[in-house]
């Protein structure tokens, strides 16, 4: 499977964007789909996963209440609705595929990023 991220752009704080990360492949609705971010200066860290089905979810506690993760498999197309956006928000999102859960090392596939910049 390869993976393609879009929907990045400037906000301003308190606003909404919405990511998409378009799937090619037909393994698609097999894995588990993550969103991870990264900031200047800091490391890769974990936002939101959609289990194959889509029947389980996980949030970093960050963005929790805030930002919503879903997958539509014939599409086979997995999203983030960012809403309520905050300036610490802003980094490079990038979406990904593998087994469920946090941690990084349970994605091996991995798409190019996507920039999200929230104003103050």
């Known amino acids: 499977v390869q993976l393609q991220a879009s929907g990045g752009g400037l906000v301003q704080a308190g606003g909404s964007l919405s990511l998409s990360c378009a799937a090619s492949?037909?393994?698609?609705?097999?894995?588990?789909m993550g969103w991870f971010r990264q900031a200047p200066g800091k490391e890769r860290e974990f936002v939101a996963a959609?289990?194959?089905?889509?029947?389980?979810?996980l949030y970093a506690d960050s963005v929790k209440d805030r930002f919503t993760i879903s997958r539509n498999n014939a599409k086979n197309t997995v999203y983030l609705q960012m809403n309520s956006l905050k300036p610490e928000d802003t980094a490079v999102y990038s979406c990904a595929a593998g087994s469920y859960g946090r941690d990084l090392k349970n994605y091996n596939v991995w798409g190019q990023g996507t920039l999200v910049t929230v104003s103050s």
């Open positions: 492949g037909r393994t698609f609705s097999r894995y588990t």
């Open positions: 959609v289990s194959w089905s889509g029947g389980n979810i």
